[in-house]
T-cell receptor, first 113, second 111 residues
Framework: SQQGEEDPQALSIQEGENATMNCSYKTSINNLQWYRQNSGRGLVHLILIRSNEREKHSGRLRVTLDTSKKSSSLLITASRAADTASYFCATENSGGSNYKLTFGKGTLLTVNP | DADVTQTPRNRITKTGKRIMLECSQTKGHDRMYWYRQDPGLGLRLIYYSFDVKDINKGEISDGYSVSRQAQAKFSLSLESAIPNQTALYFC??????????FGPGTRLLVL
């Protein structure tokens, strides 16, 4: 079953705007990761945030984690047309097998030039 | 050269046929995974292996089998393909950390 659920399913913005995607999950986690997928291609890891962390930055990416609400958000600042892709959150659940990820259904981001 | 390769990249087969999808990696990782992706459903784990002698079923293993021939190779077989196995299949690896590295995918169509 799906652990993470991204919201919105699709997002369309103009170049230069910020994009925010949300992920909710159901069970306790060790970490939460965000991946990017260009159309029909393999996923690429973007950022990992551990359960004891609340915020992480990497370049134009900012990820927050609220374990009390079982939710995370991915913010892409100053978006570019090249950011157009699907974005997936994935959780490594605690209490189960480590190093196994459960993916959400993804958010399709379109950045218009 | 790509670190994680998958062959074939595209495959069309008929119902009832046996097919094998292959994955090779040059990253030296012990952990390897097979996922399938269907439109609107994200990725679902089929099988995973934490070393050559370790094979584990994932969320949707029925109708699939795997073989870990070596640290670098992990194959996925469909013993008797059916149309609802039409999907995009991904192999992934991970090493010392939790991050997974994905291959380019195999697009499979079962007629």
């Amino acid at each position: 079953s799906q652990q993470g659920e991204e919201d919105p399913q699709a997002l369309s913005i103009q170049e230069g705007e910020n994009a925010t995607m949300n992920c909710s999950y159901k069970t306790s986690i060790n970490n939460l990761q965000w991946y990017r997928q260009n159309s029909g291609r393999g996923l690429v890891h973007l950022i990992l945030i551990r359960s004891n962390e609340r915020e992480k930055h990497s370049g134009r990416l900012r990820v927050t984690l609220d374990t009390s609400k079982k939710s995370s958000s991915l913010l892409i600042t100053a978006s570019r047309a090249a950011d157009t892709a699907s974005y997936f959150c994935a959780t490594e659940n605690s209490g189960g097998s480590n190093y196994k990820l459960t993916f959400g259904k993804g958010t399709l981001l379109t950045v218009n030039p | 050269d790509a670190d994680v390769t998958q062959t074939p990249r595209n495959r069309i087969t008929k119902t009832g046929k046996r097919i094998m999808l292959e994955c090779s990696q040059t990253k030296g990782h012990d952990r390897m995974y097979w996922y399938r992706q269907d439109p609107g459903l994200g990725l679902r784990l089929i099988y995973y292996s934490f070393d050559v002698k370790d094979i584990n079923k994932g969320e949707i293993s029925d109708g699939y089998s795997v073989s870990r021939q070596a640290q670098a190779k992990f194959s996925l077989s469909l013993e008797s393909a059916i149309p609802n196995q039409t999907a995009l299949y991904f192999c992934a690896t991970s090493g010392g950390g939790e991050t997974q590295y994905f291959g380019p995918g195999t697009r499979l169509l079962v007629l």
